[in-house]
């Protein structure tokens, strides 16, 4: 799923502001959150991003936009709308994009986010990681019409799909959106990028075995990854440098 948030975060800048959900590590990596303080969050150190008191769920760098995450479903949806409307209020050029997944879109606070924030006219951009499982349940289960999309479209925003969990896709769309805003389109923008869960729902083990998804429906998001296919389009060294210059990071 890193691919949606480094596609969106791309085509932000510093002073932009983002809400992410509990599986937020990518975000706020992409958005430059920093490393260390990220991983001393992870073991509780008041080094941390959040003082060692928010763990894995609640990454926080307000410095480079960062501002937060929510362990509850579709809590940070409103967070960002309002957020939204103070900058719009203030007369400020700040963008906000909320990231949510499939789940929270059965939550009211979705919709009535969505349609204060179309009211208004906000300048935010809606950003849906449809990896189309909520946990252990599926989203033809969940959802009577799973087009999420044309939901967002019947609140008078524009709305697109984007399937191929493609990075660059990605950015070109969202880069787009956010120059409309910058020139006074008045929002708010809306993409649904689809994405996949490829390990357990918490954990870094597999999960077939529950019976709720089988290792056939993951296999073309797993030899699709988009790491991979970036990886196939940098030459050789650089690319090498690149993934020596991280793993050198990460070790630190």
């Not at 992409?30 to 990220?38: V, W």
């Not at 709305?159 to 896709?169: Q, S, T």
Request: proline share 4%; glycine share 10%; aromatic share 8%.
């Amino acid at each position: 799923q890193e691919a949606v948030s480094v596609g969106v975060c791309e085509a932000l800048s510093q002073n932009d502001i983002v809400f992410g959900t509990y599986r937020s590590h990518a975000l706020y990596l992409a958005k430059g959150g920093d490393l260390p303080r990220m991983i001393a969050e992870l073991f509780g150190k008041v080094t941390g991003c959040a003082n060692g008191k928010g763990g894995s769920m609640h990454l926080i760098d307000r410095a480079v936009g960062a501002m937060g995450a929510s362990a509850v479903v579709g809590t940070t949806i409103p967070n960002a709308v309002g957020y939204a409307y103070a900058m719009k209020l203030q007369r400020k050029p700040t963008i906000v994009v909320s990231f949510f997944g499939d789940g929270a879109t059965d939550e009211g606070v979705f919709h009535e986010s969505m349609n204060f924030a179309a009211l208004k006219a906000l300048p935010v951009i809606f950003i849906c990681e449809n990896n189309f499982y909520a946990i252990h349940t599926h989203q033809s289960l969940r959802q009577s019409r799973t087009n999420i999309s044309e939901k967002a479209r019947t609140y008078g925003m524009p709305a697109e799909e984007i399937k191929d969990n493609d990075v660059l896709r990605i950015h070109e769309r969202v880069r787009a959106a956010v120059a409309q805003l910058r020139a006074g389109v008045a929002g708010p923008f809306f993409f649904e990028c689809f994405a996949y869960r490829l390990k357990e729902h918490v954990g870094p083990g597999e999960d077939y075995q529950l019976g709720y998804r089988t290792r056939a429906e993951a296999e073309p998001w797993i030899d699709s990854d988009p790491v991979k296919k970036m990886a196939a389009l940098i030459d050789a060294r650089a690319r090498g440098r690149i993934e020596a210059e991280v793993e050198a990071e990460i070790k630190d």
